[in-house]
Structure formats: C-alpha cells, structure tokens
C-alpha cells in the first residue's frame, strides 16, 4: 500500500532524468523472474506449480542446496518460506546472498522452498476461471489458509520424502500459518517448527494508514478499488525502482513511502536495492483479501470474511456470522520476532497474541524494526537468521 504514495508523488517526474543527482548503479535482479533470481547469485533452481482444491496453479520455487555444498545428495531438512501482503517469493531472495533468508538457509544445508499465494504475480492462474473475472478473485487469505498452504506442503512433503518441515512465515504468512495450523491438525503434524516473523493475527492496534480503510464503506472501497485486483506489478514500478529511486537525491523520499505504512527505520535499508524492491513489489492481491483486512482492522478480532448477510455467510460457513479462529488451538511449536516500531504488526497486538500461543518456544522483540525490516534489514542475519538457523539446527 505504500507504493499509493510512492507512485502519486514520483510519478510527476518522469521525465525528470538527471535532474535529480546521477543514477544509482542497476540491480539487474530487478528485472528477473524467481528462478533467474536464485541462478543469477550461483544457486540452483527449481520451478513447479501447485494446483489446489479450488483450482488455483500456484508457482512455487525451490533452493534443493546452497553454492557449496551440493556434494551432499541425500535428503535435507525442509524450510518453507511464506511471504505476506500484497507481496512474493522474491522477498527471500531480494538482498545479497549474505543477508537473504532463502540464500542463509539454503548454505546452512536445508532444502529451500518459496511460496507464492494465490493471485501475486507468480500464482495469478485458475483450471476454472481467468483472471480477468471477477470470480477469479472472489478469495482472501481465508482461502490462502484453507486451501493454498495444504496444496503447496503437501507437494513439499511429497516430493522430499520428508514427513516434516520447518515453516517461516512473514506478516500474513503468518496469519494463513496462525488459521491453517489451529483448523487443519492434519497439516500442523507436518510442522517442526513455526517462525513467525512480524506475526499477525489482530490488527487492533495499529496506526498504519491501512487501517484508515476500515472506516471507508465497503459499497466506496468498491468504487475506489473495484472488485477483481489490488496493487498488481506494473511496468510503473519497475520505472519507479530503476530510474527514480535509484538517483541520490531521491532515495530519501523513496525509503520515506515505504515507511510510512510501515513504520520508520531509514539507517538500515540497503538504498542500493531499491530497484530490486520496486522491481518486484507490490505483487498483488485481491481486492477481498484487502476488504478482509478492513473488516479486522474494525473488529479487532480474527475472523473469517464476512460476505455481507447472513444469508450469505450461510452458504459459506453454515452460519449468520463469520467464524473466529482460535489462535490458542494451534499447538505446533513457533518462534516470535516482532519489531518495536512495526505500526502493521503493533507491539501491543504482538502481546495480545504471545499468550494465546500455547506452545511458545521464544519471543524476541526488536526495538529498532518495522515491518519490512524482517526481510530487508541489513542487519537482520545478526538479528534474526542466525536465530533461526540455530533452531532449526537445535531440532
């Protein structure tokens, strides 16, 4: 959501070259698919896709091995990495080998596999519909966790031999984590561990400008966003990264759009990435799953989708009313890391959840960090990865 800002403002300059400091140097992985990400940096590279219940294809991507050592072909632990909202795979693998989760995993001996949900831009096809039909994205996370999550580590189990994995999720990857793993106990026993990075579950608290969408009308948000798509990858982006970010005088006010709907720590983002980043986000989602987040936002509860009567929600849940999902019913064990100045995942939503969780090996809150820092913060290998190396080895 923060590209809103990014793209009204920026925009105005397109024509503006050199006007604003020389250019930065070009990251070309901003313009790159996943598999030619992961290749361009020496790691191999495997692509597939997941087909669920409901029909949605899902890209899914997979580090079989790190650079150096591919001598060992047995089976590997499995870690699953999940993105959040509006985002992709790519997040995993946006910053240099040395200070990317999918890359530290991948050298550290695991077998690495990267989802995508439903609807971004590498799972954006259905055996039923297309994607220019509103039927297409008629969905929310609620599906995400109902059907994408089980898809997509039942296929990991399957083609590894491996009857558990670890699971890393980010911001709403750790939502559908929180709803598939508290519904499906059939897919939690296929968890060592849960590493939740930037959890949510409520967003009660939070003080981005997305929960000013809550107090829009559904019938208004509607009109403003329609009823198919919300922020898809367009060529505006990738221009957005590539030649007005990355020039001297404008890196400031491009890190200041992304922290405003996320929270503020400017010292450490790589600005000589910022092609990269906006050369992949956002990825896109639903214009439902935004809705969904609307709705939290307002209840300050977790709560399946409300379709908008009872009748409706009838069909769907055999109920008036959404259903709530019961945190406190997943028992797979998970890590907590949460930032201190995340205005996403409040802090004080974080410690509304931490006692729900019951199965709670370790909680670190990290004063410094927003809501992206968990995935591009500089320093996030010392803060975070190497934590979660160690616990993955320790299991």
Not at 124 to 143: C, L, T
């Amino acid at each position: 959501m923060w590209l809103l800002l990014v793209t009204s403002v920026l925009s105005a300059f397109g024509g503006a070259h050199g006007l604003f400091g020389k250019l930065g140097p070009k990251n070309p992985e901003a313009n790159m698919n996943v598999s030619q990400m992961i290749t361009y940096w020496g790691y191999p590279s495997e692509e597939y896709e997941v087909v669920t219940e409901d029909g949605y294809i899902l890209g899914v991507y997979r580090i079989p091995y790190g650079k150096n050592n591919s001598e060992n072909i047995g089976k590997r632990p499995v870690a699953y990495l999940q993105h959040g909202l509006i985002a992709s795979a790519t997040n995993w693998i946006t910053n240099l080998p040395n200070n990317s989760l999918a890359f530290i995993l991948a050298d550290a001996g695991y077998d690495v596999w990267l989802g995508n949900s439903r609807g971004n831009t590498w799972s954006r096809k259905n055996v039923y519909y297309s994607p220019d039909s509103v039927e297409f994205w008629a969905f929310s996370f609620d599906e995400m966790a109902k059907y994408d999550l089980p898809a997509t580590i039942n296929f990991i189990v399957q083609k590894t031999g491996q009857e558990k994995i670890h699971y890393v999720g980010h911001s709403q990857g750790t939502t559908i984590g929180f709803i598939a793993f508290s519904t499906n106990p059939a897919l939690a026993k296929k968890i060592k561990r849960f590493y939740a990075l930037a959890p949510v579950a409520t967003v009660k608290y939070t003080e981005s400008p997305f929960k000013k969408i809550s107090l829009i009308p559904k019938f208004l948000l509607k009109v403003i966003f329609g009823n198919k798509m919300f922020m898809p990858h367009n060529y505006l982006d990738q221009f957005l990264g590539t030649e007005l970010c990355s020039r001297e005088l404008l890196d400031l006010l491009c890190s200041n759009a992304l922290f405003i709907f996320c929270g503020f720590d400017k010292k450490n983002l790589n600005v000589s990435r910022f092609d990269v980043y906006l050369g992949h986000n956002p990825a896109g989602t639903s214009t439902q799953d935004l809705f969904h987040w609307a709705q939290l936002a307002k209840s300050g509860k977790l709560q399946a989708y409300n379709w908008g009567s009872p009748l409706q929600n009838m069909l769907h849940y055999n109920q008036k009313t959404p259903p709530y999902y019961d945190v406190s019913a997943m028992t797979v064990p998970i890590a907590v890391w949460n930032g201190g100045h995340d205005i996403l995942a409040d802090p004080q939503d974080v410690a509304m959840l931490l006692p729900k969780l019951p199965n709670l090996l370790y909680h670190k809150e990290i004063l410094p960090y927003n809501h992206l820092d968990f995935i591009w913060a500089m320093n996030a290998p010392q803060e975070v990865y190497n934590e979660i190396v160690t616990m993955m080895a320790e299991d």
